[in-house]
C-alpha cells in the first residue's frame, strides 16, 4: 500500500485530485473501508438519504465516459485553454493540471471502480442545502481512499448531461447523482496541494477585515 498514511492532518493537506491511475484492480475490501467512511459523515437530520452506485461494469463506464469527454471538448477544454491560472499557479503548472485532466477524460472509463455519490429525493426538489446532505460523505471518502494509498477525485462534469448520464447507469426516478469518484491506485505520489493563504480568504467579524491568527499564514506549496 504506497503512500498510506495515518495522521488526519496529513491526511487532509495531501489529499489531492489524481487524475493520473493505474489499471490494477482495487480489492472489494478497501472499497468497502472507503464506503464505510461515506456512510459515517454528517447528513442533514441523519435521515441518510444517500444513496451510493458502485460500479464496476465496463460497457456502463464507456458509456458515460462519451458524455464526459464530450463536456470537456464542449466546455472544461475550452475553459482550459481561454482561463488564467488560479491565484498561486503558474501556466506552467496550470497547463501540467489541463494535460492530468485530459488524461482523466481519455482513461475515464478504464478506472476498475467508480463510486457515484447520490441522494434519494424522492419527489422533492433540490435545494441549495441538498448538497449538505451528501459532501460530507464524499469528502470523507476522499480521505479515506488517500489514507489507504488510492488517488482518486471529485468530478461533477458528468452532470453537464446529467439525464443521460443518469440514464446510463440506470438511476431510478427521484435519485440524483451529486458527485462521481473513479477509484484506483495513483500512478504519482501523493504531495501537499496548493491554496492561497488564510489572509487571502478568511474575514473576522466583518467581510474584509482581516483574520488575526498567530499560527501560519497558510499552506502554497504542492499542486
Same mark, same amino acid.
Given at each position: 500500500?504506497?503512500?498510506?498514511?495515518?495522521?488526519?492532518?496529513?491526511?487532509?493537506?495531501?489529499?489531492?485530485?489524481?487524475?493520473?491511475?493505474?489499471?490494477?484492480?482495487?480489492?472489494?475490501?478497501?472499497?468497502?473501508?472507503?464506503?464505510?467512511?461515506?456512510?459515517?459523515?454528517?447528513?442533514?437530520?441523519?435521515?441518510?438519504? =444517500?444513496?451510493? *452506485?458502485?460500479?464496476?461494469? $465496463?460497457?456502463?463506464?464507456? $458509456? %458515460?465516459?462519451?458524455?464526459?469527454?464530450?463536456?470537456?471538448?464542449?466546455?472544461?477544454?475550452?475553459?482550459?485553454?481561454? +482561463?488564467?491560472?488560479? @491565484?498561486? %499557479?503558474?501556466?506552467?503548472?496550470?497547463?501540467?493540471?489541463? &494535460?492530468?485532466?485530459?488524461?482523466?477524460?481519455?482513461?475515464?472509463?478504464?478506472?476498475? #471502480? =467508480?463510486?457515484?455519490?447520490?441522494?434519494?429525493? &424522492?419527489?422533492?426538489?433540490?435545494? $441549495? +442545502?441538498?448538497?449538505?446532505?451528501?459532501?460530507?460523505?464524499?469528502?470523507?471518502?476522499?480521505?479515506?481512499?488517500?489514507?489507504?494509498?488510492?488517488?482518486?477525485? *471529485?468530478?461533477?462534469?458528468?452532470?453537464?448531461?446529467?439525464?443521460? %448520464?443518469?440514464?446510463?447507469?440506470? *438511476?431510478? @426516478?427521484? #435519485?440524483?447523482?451529486?458527485? *462521481?469518484?473513479?477509484?484506483?491506485?495513483?500512478?504519482?505520489?501523493?504531495? @501537499?496541494? $496548493?491554496?492561497?493563504?488564510?489572509?487571502? #480568504? %478568511?474575514?473576522?467579524?466583518? =467581510?474584509?477585515?482581516?483574520?488575526? +491568527?498567530? &499560527?501560519?499564514?497558510?499552506?502554497?506549496?504542492? &499542486?
Amino acid at each position: 500500500m504506497a503512500d498510506s498514511s495515518t495522521d488526519i492532518f496529513d491526511i487532509i493537506h495531501t489529499t489531492r485530485a489524481m487524475r493520473r491511475l493505474k489499471p490494477d484492480p482495487v480489492p472489494d475490501e478497501l472499497i468497502r473501508k472507503i464506503l464505510e467512511a461515506g456512510i459515517s459523515a454528517a447528513n442533514g437530520g441523519n435521515r441518510q438519504t =444517500w444513496r451510493f *452506485l458502485v460500479l464496476k461494469d $465496463r460497457t456502463i463506464k464507456e $458509456r %458515460v465516459q462519451h458524455f464526459y469527454k464530450r463536456a470537456f471538448d464542449e466546455v472544461v477544454g475550452p475553459r482550459y485553454r481561454n +482561463s488564467a491560472p488560479p @491565484p498561486g %499557479v503558474t501556466p506552467e503548472r496550470y497547463m501540467r493540471q489541463h &494535460g492530468a485532466v485530459e488524461y482523466l477524460t481519455d482513461h475515464f472509463h478504464e478506472a476498475p #471502480v =467508480w463510486i457515484v455519490a447520490c441522494i434519494d429525493e &424522492g419527489t422533492s426538489t433540490p435545494t $441549495r +442545502s441538498s448538497g449538505a446532505s451528501i459532501y460530507p460523505a464524499v469528502q470523507n471518502m476522499l480521505l479515506a481512499a488517500r489514507a489507504l494509498g488510492l488517488g482518486a477525485t *471529485l468530478t461533477t462534469r458528468h452532470l453537464l448531461y446529467e439525464a443521460e %448520464v443518469e440514464a446510463a447507469m440506470g *438511476l431510478p @426516478p427521484g #435519485v440524483h447523482s451529486y458527485a *462521481l469518484l473513479p477509484i484506483r491506485y495513483p500512478m504519482g505520489r501523493f504531495g @501537499p496541494v $496548493r491554496r492561497v493563504p488564510l489572509a487571502d #480568504v %478568511v474575514y473576522e467579524d466583518r =467581510w474584509g477585515q482581516p483574520y488575526t +491568527s498567530r &499560527g501560519s499564514t497558510g499552506r502554497t506549496a504542492g &499542486g
